[in-house]
């Protein structure tokens, strides 16, 4: 049961996803009584196994069902009598398997419509501070050239139609936030960069997975930086009971570009000659994702190297000196660190087995025989010849 006692009180969205189900753990070891938003019962179990699994107890943690696309179960379960200190909103739908207009309204649903829920909700229940997380693909507008700006909060966010819909609509998601005059409701902004640690199902682990079984060895010539989700979650609190009111803050931590990414993920895994992945063009890197993309329509259905692919945002490094000195935040942890809690929690998952032996010998078929269709075709870009071959292995 939980404490009727004077405790700081904590409530987190997403809270059985990657990023939430650190957060709650994070503020458990400090003694928060949390309340911790779930739609799907296996996941609510899940949750708490994770956190017992960890040495801590859940006797200060309360499951509490609803969504964030309908307001009137948010209000439902924000607590008023006391008042919640601090909201956690992680909860987004980063990636989708469905492709076309239906996936999209889904996925504006859920980051902008639950995003503009969660602030009617946190003001009319009296929450006091609410922290986003946002991303930092949020700034990638504002980048011109891949590779010529380092991203920091002073960076302007200049937003155009990006290919990717998350980007779109997490930047409108942060638009509310910062555009929040509420007198009685303080918020921060955090914006971190690939997410990569334990407990990852469906994000940078897909990637992962697929660089172990040999079918994601092409990497696109690209850079971008790679965060610890434990010290993301940790700085996600410091930042609710310390930053100012209206504070954003860029998160960056290990740079790299997707090649090395690969080759560490080769070393990590053992793999006897780890260095052979092969660098892509932009010219082949966009051609692919169009040719994906366009294969997505016509099917409805996203292949998992499209799923993958999408994901991969243009270059970029990140200033995070203001985390750094007001968070303390730690932007030294190294990527082959990161790498190996990931890959050892993986191991140690059903979930991997299960995608090993479903989701990466059963790619469609269909897949394959569209894209067989360009693998031979020939390109002229600047008078040069350019053929290039895709390959999806089943």
């Known amino acids: 049961m939980i404490s009727s006692s004077n405790k700081k009180i904590a409530y987190v969205t997403g809270a059985t996803g990657f990023l939430g189900t650190h957060i709650v753990e994070q503020l458990i070891k400090k003694d928060y009584i949390v309340y911790a938003l779930y739609r799907s019962n296996e996941k609510a179990e899940r949750l708490k196994k994770n956190i017992e699994g960890d040495g801590y107890s859940c006797d200060q943690l309360h499951m509490v069902k609803g969504d964030i696309t309908d307001l009137e179960s948010l209000i439902n379960t924000i607590p008023h009598d006391p008042q919640v200190d601090i909201l956690f909103h992680t909860a987004a739908l980063v990636f989708s398997e469905q492709a076309g207009p239906a996936a999209i309204t889904r996925q504006n649903n859920t980051n902008l419509g639950g995003t503009s829920n969660i602030l009617q909700a946190a003001i009319q229940r009296g929450v006091k501070r609410l922290v986003y997380t946002s991303s930092i693909s949020t700034f990638i507008g504002a980048a011109g050239t891949p590779g010529d700006v380092v991203i920091s909060e002073s960076t302007p966010q200049i937003m155009s139609n990006h290919n990717w819909n998350y980007v779109n609509c997490k930047y409108q ?7 929040c005059n509420c007198p009685t409701l303080e918020t921060v902004v955090l914006c971190p960069p690939y997410i990569i640690g334990r407990f990852d199902e469906s994000n940078i682990s897909l990637s992962i997975k697929m660089v172990e079984a040999g079918t994601l060895n092409k990497a696109p ?16 609190v410091v930042a609710g009971e310390t930053s100012p009111n209206g504070s954003i803050y860029v998160l960056g931590g290990a740079e790299s570009n997707w090649k090395n990414f690969m080759v560490v993920c080769n070393r990590v895994f053992g793999k006897d000659n780890p260095e052979n992945i092969r660098t892509i063009s932009n010219f082949e890197f966009n051609f692919s994702m169009s040719m994906l993309r366009f294969y997505a329509r016509v099917t409805g259905r996203k ?33 082959e660190q990161m790498v190996q809690n990931c890959i050892t929690w993986m191991k140690n998952n059903h979930y991997y087995q299960q995608f090993l032996k479903i989701k990466l010998i059963s790619n469609p078929s269909g897949v394959k025989r569209f894209l067989h269709t360009f693998s031979a075709t020939t390109f002229r870009k600047q008078d040069c010849v350019i053929h290039f071959r895709i390959h999806i292995s089943e």
């Open 303 to 335: 292949p998992d190297l499209f799923v993958v692919a999408e994901g991969v945002i243009e270059s970029f490094k990140v200033d995070d000196t203001k985390a750094v000195n007001e968070l303390g935040f730690n932007n030294k942890i190294p990527l």
């Open 173 to 179: 998601a942060e638009q509310l936030i910062r555009n």
């Open 221 to 236: 010539n690209r850079n971008a930086v790679f965060i610890d989700v434990e010290e993301c979650a940790r700085v996600h």
